[in-house]
């Protein structure tokens, strides 16, 4: 083999392993904000969750990606343990479709497919046209890289050492072994078995040996999923007990299934293909696999709590350093995930700041009021900010259009708005705690202050709910109510003031109120910069992302 055919295997991995990027990348951008949808769209039935698994991966060609986000999920309570059993069952058999798309020899056509994407992308306009090219593109980059690592391959079947080489790796365990050190290695079981198809088609490698290559490539998928729990919570470092456990047990079975039952002899009756034979192969593991360990799913949960116990401190941690609800930190994921779940919290975040307002309004007009619970949100909310904003520094980094680039900006802004409101709820809260700073009378402003407390509500219902499709006009609402504020405020100076001077309260009580409705202003002002940004960014729910609501609500309890 000569230092052409070297450099010709290399440039063919590095076409087949950038084919793959494109492809996932476009795909991502075309279907990113369903995918997410509908993974968390789960329920507790196991084989939607195993066909949603199996779907969400034949679109992103990664099994290692969907798990990573199923990671990311259980690390942010949006998915229990067993909700993502079924989703890595189905993601194991998700994840063959490549190696099936390589077997069906398209080679020949592959630069017809690649130079149709990059006209695509090259001279059509529009996000959607450019996603689609470069998935042809990157689907026929890869298959010309595989069809370069095939030819470069071909002069090792006169090679006396590799030949040798290859008889070695008739040891199923040192067969198991390098499958599974080489998906680590380049952390893509579809990129190994394609690796290892071309190998076969080169005649280089018999499927005796390739099966137990296979069987280490599931273990060694492994590996991207370990490394992304690795500054997780507990839950999610579960997550990948599950996901080994699955393959290993997987593999067990199938060692022993292939040493009792001609399996080698079956795969090869059904096609002379060596490409085929590997994706079927592939294939029929992960699904046999699936449909043997299916019924006992919840138990693979169970068996991932008894391999890593769930520790006295997860059930009692300092609510203002809890992570999250919906933006797992390390794991940014893909960026209409990361700006979906930004959304939420920011959702959370406000309707912690409403809540503490609200109830600072109530403890100065002489009402129940927990000054506690309103200093522990104060404190959560600022434990969000600093956290969103170290996380939007890395979203930041990634490649986004730029509708993806605005929005991330826009609630970039719309978080310190958020945790402005948080702070004037505070000032307000400090004529409630010293007895020196507080109204002495209230009564006569009890009913001013009911009527802007009122105003402030809906401007806070319409940034959480409202579903109007010109959101021009909700942004017209709330400067409405933003004006008829300014209205009320300087009329109740004026009210104020001419009690001061018919001696009905205490020149100390007018300032003290007067301030109040300054700070009252002021989160009027950051509920209209919010919802400009909104209208810049789409930054209101989507129907899917409404039915979180309840939970948001919960979070910011």
């Not at 440039?11 to 949808?37: I, P, Q, W």
């Not at 434990?383 to 259009?401: A, C, F, G």
């Not at 009911?450 to 402030?456: F, H, V």
Request: hydrophobic share 45%; with cysteine; proline share 3%.
């Amino acid at each position: 083999m000569t230092i052409q055919n070297v450099l010709s295997l290399l440039g063919g991995l590095a076409l087949f392993l950038y084919g793959m990027h494109m492809m996932s990348v476009g795909l991502e951008t075309a279907a990113g904000d369903r995918m997410k949808a509908i993974l968390e769209k789960l329920t507790s039935n196991r084989l939607l969750g195993v066909a949603v698994g199996a779907g969400i991966t034949a679109v992103i060609q990664s099994s290692s990606a969907t798990t990573v986000m199923v990671v990311g999920f259980v690390n942010s309570g949006l998915m229990t343990l067993n909700q993502a059993v079924w989703i890595i069952m189905g993601a194991n058999i998700g994840t063959t479709i490549t190696g099936q798309l390589i077997a069906l020899d398209a080679s020949r056509i592959a630069p017809l497919v690649a130079i149709i994407g990059v006209v695509m992308v090259t001279f059509l306009k529009g996000k959607r046209i450019n996603s689609i090219g470069d998935i042809l593109a990157g689907l026929g980059i890869l298959f010309i890289g595989m069809d370069m690592m095939s030819n470069s391959m071909t002069p090792l079947q006169d090679s006396p050492v590799f030949l040798n080489a290859m008889t070695s790796i008739s040891n199923p365990l040192l067969a198991i072994a390098l499958g599974a050190g080489f998906t680590a290695l380049i952390q893509s079981s579809s990129a190994s078995v394609g690796i290892l198809q071309a190998l076969a088609l080169s005649g280089l490698i018999p499927l005796s040996s390739s099966i137990y290559i296979i069987f280490g490539q599931n273990i060694g998928t492994c590996i991207t999923a370990v490394l992304a729990s690795l500054s997780a919570n507990r839950n999610a470092k579960r997550t990948t007990i599950i996901h080994l456990s699955f393959n290993i047990i997987g593999t067990m079975l199938f060692f022993c299934f292939i040493h009792i039952f001609p399996f080698v002899d079956w795969m090869c009756e059904i096609t002379a293909n060596p490409a085929a034979q590997i994706a079927n192969t592939h294939t029929i593991f992960n699904i046999v696999t699936t449909l043997i360990l299916l019924p006992f799913g919840n138990r693979l949960a169970h068996l991932a709590q008894l391999l890593m116990p769930i520790r006295k401190e997860e059930y009692q941690r300092d609510e203002a350093n809890l992570p999250l609800a919906f933006v797992d930190v390390n794991n940014i994921g893909s960026v209409p995930i990361a700006i979906s779940s930004l959304r939420k919290e920011a959702l959370a975040m406000l309707k912690m700041a409403q809540t503490n307002l609200i109830e600072a309004l109530h403890g100065v007009c002489q009402e129940a009021c927990s000054i506690q619970d309103i200093e522990k949100r104060e404190k959560r909310i600022d434990s969000i900010n600093y956290q969103i904003s170290d996380y939007m520094t890395s979203v930041s980094t990634l490649p986004m259009n730029p509708t993806a680039s605005n929005t991330i900006n826009a609630l970039f802004k719309c978080y310190a708005d958020i945790e402005r409101i948080g702070d004037h709820a505070i000032n307000i809260l400090q004529y409630t705690k010293n007895e020196k700073e507080r109204l002495q009378d209230v009564g006569v402003i009890r009913e001013e202050l009911k009527q802007l407390e009122e105003l402030l509500d809906k401007s806070f219902q319409l940034l959480y709910t409202n579903r109007l499709e010109s959101q021009d006009e909700s942004l017209l609402k709330i400067e409405r109510i933003e004006a008829r504020i300014d209205e009320l405020t300087a009329e109740f100076r004026n009210r104020q003031i001419e009690r001061m001077v018919h001696k009905q309260i205490h020149a100390r009580d007018c300032v003290i109120y007067s301030e109040i409705m300054t700070d009252i202003e002021r989160v009027s002002d950051h509920i209209i910069n919010i919802i400009e940004e909104c209208r810049r960014c789409s930054f209101t729910l989507n129907d899917e992302e409404l039915k979180d609501m309840p939970l948001i609500q919960e979070c910011a309890a």
